[in-house]
């Protein structure tokens, strides 16, 4: 064991476990309701915290990751999606397979019912930070209702050139939203309109700049359905069951000023 080890200990940031943020559903989520969250709620296993849905939470972003994911059945159990692909844009599955030709492949989820959804195969984004609210590494996996909002939100970050290259130097607001549907209510994720930051962000720029060559572990297990209607949530794992590490948002070419 040598002192150029991170920490001093042997260890990496690739052992470290980044805090996952859930949104609660009606449905599911056992555990976050035995600890007080209630349905639209956020709930932080890791750190046992509970936001609620309609206050929220602030925090940075650090990078965004756009997956693919197929379940193809309805039950909630321990095994794998069928399919998936790490890196939605390559078009390639883990297995190599042609994802543009895929009869599955579907890119607006929050267009089908949730009935509809379970039998596509899905985009899903990935959203790494760091919460404000206690100064902790923060990741957010939106699915189903909630990749729109993640879509919208990278919108906000790639359109404003003062954030070009440097996501840290604004933060977004996270509250939760009920949406109605023929199938029963369910809670879907919203970014609130970006803020830029006052003072020094030297502090956030290093810190972002860690996570995003930290490879994320994802759990083992099924998780709790995210939406109505016991609707799988996505679960993508590689064959080490590592999330693969996250690439640094590149800085538009020709950005667009967007004012807050």
Known sequence: MTQEK???????????????IKLVQNVGGDTAKEAGALP????CSLTDETFKGEEGFSMVIVAMQKNRTYWGRDDIGEEPPICASMNAASMKSMDGEDCSV???RNET???????????????????????????????IRTTGISAQAAKELYTQLSLNRQLAGSWYKAK??????KKKSSAGDAFAIRFGKLE?????VKELEIR????????????????EPEEALAEPAQRPVTEDNHLASFEEPPPEEKPIDMSF
């Open 196 to 200: 830029l930051l006052q003072g020094d």
């Open 6 to 20: 991170w920490g001093g200990d042997g260890l990496s940031p690739e052992d470290m476990a980044i805090p996952e």
């Open 109 to 139: 989820p929050w267009l089908l019912s949730p009935t509809e959804r379970r039998t596509k195969c899905l985009i899903n984004y990935n959203v790494l930070g760091i919460n404000l609210d206690n100064d902790l590494p923060i990741l």
């Open 208 to 223: 972002s700049k860690q996570l995003l060559g930290t490879p994320i572990a994802l759990p083992v297990g099924r998780e």
């Open 172 to 177: 977004a607001h996270v509250t939760s939203v």
């Open 102 to 104: 895929c009869p599955h």
């Open 40 to 43: 639209g709620d956020f709930y």
